[in-house]
């Protein structure tokens, strides 16, 4: 795996840069863990009880961001980059003739039109089918899916290629 790049989350900061700075964290572990590997390594199921795939997760990265972001936070008309459910599972985890590039593009995308700058306050709120949700919580959302799915980012690396380390 590559030298670890990531900029580690601050320890003194006010709520917002708290919550953005751990969701930038999380975000640059998954890209770490991806990085160095070629397109039959990403799209390789390398657990045999799972169909989980590193690609699969950038893909459901891009996809997640898209909605909680655009959809929920902005109320953007926006539609999944890879809409529909395969054997009742997301699409985003199909990945046997997906496009590598387009998906790493399509998640720097989502992640840097993510901004929240445009919201006042993290108690602010928006109404998205029929619930009350505050940017406070679509933070904490975020990070706690890609907490959850770096641990299977870490588990998929190591089978594929030995490498180990946050």
């Known amino acids: 795996m590559t030298d ?10 006010d709520d917002r840069a708290s919550l953005t700075s751990f969701l930038d964290h999380q975000r640059a572990t998954l890209a770490m863990k991806c990085a160095g590997l070629t397109g039959e390594q990403l799209k390789r199921k390398a657990v045999p009880t799972s169909g989980l795939t590193l690609l699969g997760l950038v893909r459901h990265a891009a996809a997640v961001e898209r909605s909680w ?4 936070v902005n109320a953007e008309d926006v539609r999944p980059p ?3 459910e395969v054997d009742g599972t997301f699409a985003e985890f199909h990945v046997e003739d997906a496009d590598v590039d387009e998906a790493f593009e399509t998640w720097r995308e989502e992640c840097a039109r993510a901004v929240t700058a445009s919201v006042d306050s993290l108690d602010d709120t928006v109404d998205f089918r029929g619930e009350t949700i505050s940017l406070r919580y ?4 975020m990070i706690e899916e890609y907490a959850r799915h770096n641990g299977h980012a870490d588990l998929l690396r190591e089978a594929i290629d030995g490498a180990v380390g946050e």
């Open 69 to 72: 972001f655009r959809l929920v």
């Open 82 to 84: 890879w809409p529909g």
């Open 138 to 141: 679509v933070l904490t959302h």
């Open 4 to 13: 670890d790049q990531r900029i580690p989350p601050s320890k003194v900061a």
